[in-house]
């Protein structure tokens, strides 16, 4: 009996670019990708994407589902939480709220969406006696306050604001506050950088006379974070419009 014919290989450098592209393939939003889906987003032929496709699911990165269509699988979420765990949040949020609060004379904040709420995750307080009582791990409802805008704009529509989301007397008939989304590697919302202090002081023109360096400050933040803008996304203009 004649011996099987070898699978032809796919090795080195090639292979892993290979699998990287049917990897990345994926895109926010998608539940499962056909084939046809993965052929046309790769460029790959069908046996090329078939055979990674078959390498994927023995590492545990893709299922393969009872109607043909493949999803990302389970190895894929504890890569994810590795890479939450060393990314430590925190110490790219900090500094950027020092700065923010330094430079606005406000308090500056870094909301997350949590449910139907959003939580204040990190804070540094105004140096004024007249400011907002909030601490970390409060929540507020999404309404229409700055914050809980950002919090739910789509991406497409948060990446190119011109100017922040401004909101007064919205959760606090006696509180103002801006904000903007913030976006990871894989254009992703991590939360939402806010400026908040009383109406009386934070006004839509005062919010306006440090615009300029708050966007500065969540471009920086996003850079920081691994967000790299397509050129031929709103990305790069009307963020970069405010430099």
Not at 28 to 41: F, K
Not at 117 to 137: A, E, I, K
Not at 183 to 211: C, F, K, N
């Amino acid at each position: 009996m004649a011996n099987a014919r070898p699978r032809p290989a796919v090795n080195g450098v090639a292979s892993a670019d290979r699998v990287l592209t049917v990897l990345t393939a994926f895109r926010i939003g998608d539940t499962a990708l056909s084939l046809v889906d993965l052929v046309e987003r790769t460029g790959l032929i069908k046996s090329t994407v078939m055979r990674l496709m078959v390498s994927l699911e023995n590492h545990g990165l893709i299922n393969r589902m009872a109607d043909g269509r493949y999803q990302l699988a389970s190895e894929v979420m504890r890569l994810n939480a590795v890479y939450q765990e060393a990314l430590d949040l925190e110490r790219h949020v900090m500094p950027r709220l020092q700065y923010l609060s330094e430079q606005s004379g406000e308090t500056a904040s870094f909301y997350v969406r949590h449910g139907a709420y959003r939580m204040c995750q990190y804070r540094v307080n105004s140096f004024h006696s007249l400011r907002l009582n909030l601490q970390p791990g409060d929540m507020r409802p999404m309404d229409e306050a700055a914050g809980a805008q950002a919090l739910r704009a789509p991406f497409q529509v948060g990446i190119a604001l011109a100017k922040p989301y401004y909101s007064r007397g919205a959760t606090d008939p006696h509180a103002a506050s801006m904000a903007l989304p913030i976006y990871g590697a894989q254009q992703e919302l991590m939360g939402a950088l806010v400026i908040s202090g009383p109406a009386s002081r934070l006004t839509e023109e005062a919010a306006d006379s440090i615009r300029a360096i708050f966007f500065d400050t969540a471009r920086d933040l996003m850079r920081s974070l691994g967000f790299k803008p397509a050129d031929s996304t709103p990305a790069s203009n009307e963020l970069e419009a405010v430099k």
